[in-house]
Structures are given as C-alpha cells and as structure tokens.
Nanobody, 120 residues
Framework: QVQLVESGGGLVQPGGSLRLSCAASGVILIGPMAWYRQPPGKQRELVASMTSGGNTNYVDSVKGRFTISRDNPENTVVLQMNSLKPEDTAVYYC???????????????WGKGILVTVSS
C-alpha cells in the first residue's frame, strides 16, 4: 500500500519561504508526482507536477515563485515556495501515481495534507 507523508508546512510572513517535502513508501514504481492545494472555502487545485522524466507543470499563480523537484531513488518530492503571498494560504496535498508491486495497478495516492499559512 502506497503511503505518503508530508512535512514542512507552517506559518510564514508574506515574502517568506517554505519547503514542503513528501516521502512515498510502499511503492516500487512512481509516475508523476504533484502538489495540490485547497484554500479555505475553495476547491482543490493543482499547484505543480513533475513527471518521472523531469517535465514540470505549474499553475500560473505560482510560476517563478515555486519549484517542484523529486528524488527518484528516495521516492520524495519537494515543493520550494518562495515569495509567499497570503493567497498561498491553503492545505497542501502530495499526490503520487504509483504501484506497490509489479502485479498491482497504478494507484493515485494522496497525503493527508499539510497547512501553510501566509500571514503577518
């Protein structure tokens, strides 16, 4: 069973930085890895994604400020967030498409979410 554990959230002032990490376990093959977020009272949205080959995609609102990276041998994905704004406040979720075993189908897995609050 694929499990995802997120870390690195918290409270930061506008203009500050945070680094979110997500470690995947129970997985032998990983496809795309991504970060989503859900601001208070709003729908969940894709923030950034990265394929196993290194191709990235970002929502327009974070381009130039956020960077997604992954360590394939360690099965981790990181979201470096710089120049944070109050509108970045949200619960951030790690998302991974992976397989727990060669006999398993590809499964879309989610972390429990981690709160990021940008406020002075």
């Amino acid at each position: 069973q694929v499990q995802l554990v997120e870390s690195g959230g918290g409270l930061v002032q506008p203009g500050g930085s945070l680094r979110l990490s997500c470690a995947a376990s129970g997985v032998i093959l990983i496809g795309p890895m991504a970060w989503y977020r859900q601001p208070p009272g709003k729908q969940r949205e894709l923030v950034a994604s990265m394929t196993s080959g290194g191709n990235t995609n970002y929502v327009d609102s974070v381009k130039g400020r956020f960077t997604i990276s992954r360590d394939n041998p360690e099965n981790t994905v990181v979201l470096q967030m710089n120049s944070l704004k109050p509108e970045d406040t949200a619960v951030y979720y790690c998302n991974v498409l992976g397989r727990g075993a060669l006999s398993d189908p590809w499964t879309n897995s989610w972390g429990k979410g981690i709160l990021v609050t940008v406020s002075s």
